[in-house]
């Protein structure tokens, strides 16, 4: 029986049971052999109560050579590694392992997976460990929504595209993503909208120092004062529904939206691979219907105060003429107004039949419609073909046209 439990005994263990049977002896206190073994005291006198009862059999735990009942079958094993190394490739442990049960029927704990993939070398142990001070939540959900776009090649498809999502800071829930093809006024202003229109008016948005964002325009490097500035459309359509528009001053400063994007940088790019998801149309509806409702119930938190800050959306307000493009054209003398390379005809209205010469405020909406206003009243229209400019002929081109017609004489005339 000696010899059993001798060699059920690791070195470790014969080492803790003649340091404890010295202590039984008395010729070492406990406080002795706490620091001889490297544990604390209170794990000494139990050491002690065990050895005295059971003698060196009180080391040996009393599973130590059964099978754990939780054992995982080899079969499983082998599958588990296959599909990480093929179908699963670069996803990281927990993700694994949530795809494992939702996708797979293979329900495991998280550090069971970490320990298979592990032993087959197919991880390896990372010391990912950062000194952080963040700053405290918001306590409200509305208080401050994080805005920002992520510029990446999300498909797989050797192309970057743009990735604009915003986050409620007080919640860590995802109120916003979508891809684009472009980081744009328009593109930005509709996450905006979208949000005003499902939540309500938040307190304020924080976002980076981008041109739709602010303009910062500077004098000569003569010049130490900083010239007066016009809003950008972004800032002119927050301060018309009441938003404060707060510019971070680094990345670091963004850190929920950025640690967002390190997280669907991870997951997201691995889901749109598993699910062969390649086009900006087909990744907007996995985005709303399955991913974000998804993230939101594993990552978001509930707010301190249960009391959301956003504020209602009056009814008579219009969203679609607060975020939109915002210009002035003068009405030519045919009724007319030129923007960005396209004529639009205005018709006489009850309150005026001409509006040669008048100044109508031109609205592009977000769906890419043109919406004239005058005196806050939209005014009928209809685009025209713009008219043709006549174009300038060299005069040694049209000196040689007229000789080949015959015709010097006209030229000769017009000279007088």
């Not at 029986?1 to 059920?8: A, C, E, G, N, P």
């Not at 749109?272 to 219907?289: A, M, P, Q, V």
Request: aromatic letters at 8%.
């Amino acid at each position: 029986m000696k010899q059993v439990i001798h060699q059920l005994i690791s070195m470790d263990e014969a080492r803790k049971f003649s340091v404890i049977k010295e202590l039984i002896d008395g010729y070492i206190t406990v406080k002795e052999a706490a620091e001889f073994l490297s544990i604390s005291e209170r794990w000494v006198i139990a050491l002690k109560k065990r050895i005295s009862e059971n003698g060196p059999s009180g080391l040996i735990h009393g599973n130590r050579g059964r099978s754990p009942v939780n054992m995982v079958p080899e079969v499983t094993i082998e599958y588990i590694k296959s599909l990480y190394q093929n179908k699963y490739a670069g996803f990281n442990v927990s993700h694994f392992t949530e795809m494992l049960k939702d996708q797979e029927g293979i329900n495991i704990s998280r550090e069971t997976v970490r320990k298979i993939l592990l032993s087959s070398g197919l991880i390896s142990r990372t010391n990912k460990s950062k000194h952080r001070c963040r700053r405290e939540r918001m306590s409200k959900e509305g208080m401050l929504i994080q805005m920002d776009t992520s510029i990446h090649d999300w498909f797989g498809q050797g192309e970057n595209c743009c990735l604009i999502a915003a986050i409620d800071d007080a919640t860590s829930k995802v109120l916003y993503a979508s891809f684009s093809h472009r980081d744009t006024t328009i593109t930005n202003m509709k996450a905006i909208k979208e949000i005003v229109s499902s939540k309500g008016i938040p307190i304020a948005f924080y976002v980076d120092r981008a041109s739709h964002f602010f303009t910062t325009r500077h004098g000569g490097t003569h010049v130490n004062i900083k010239e007066e500035q016009e809003d950008t459309q972004i800032q002119r359509a927050c301060k018309e529904i009441g938003i404060n528009i707060i510019g971070a001053l680094s990345p670091q400063a963004k850190g929920r939206i950025e640690r967002l994007f390190e997280t669907f940088q991870d997951r997201l790019v691995n889901e749109l691979k598993i699910y062969n998801i390649h086009s900006i149309e087909e990744g907007n509806k996995f985005l709303s219907e399955v991913f974000i409702p998804k993230h939101n119930d594993k990552f978001a938190v509930e707010p301190e105060i249960n009391e959301p800050a956003y504020r209602q959306v009056l009814s008579e307000l219009d969203l679609n003429t607060i975020f939109c493009i915002k210009d002035t054209r003068k009405v030519m003398s045919d009724n007319t107004i030129s923007y960005e390379g396209r004529s639009f005809q205005i018709f006489p209205s009850r309150d005026r039949i001409s509006y040669v010469r008048a100044e109508v405020e031109v609205q592009e909406w977000i769906d890419g419609s043109i919406h004239l206003y005058y005196d806050g009243q939209e005014l009928k229209i209809k685009e025209v073909e713009p008219k043709k400019r006549a174009k300038k002929v060299d005069p040694e081109i049209e000196l040689e046209l007229l000789r080949k017609e015959g015709k010097e004489d006209l030229l000769l005339v017009s000279s007088y």
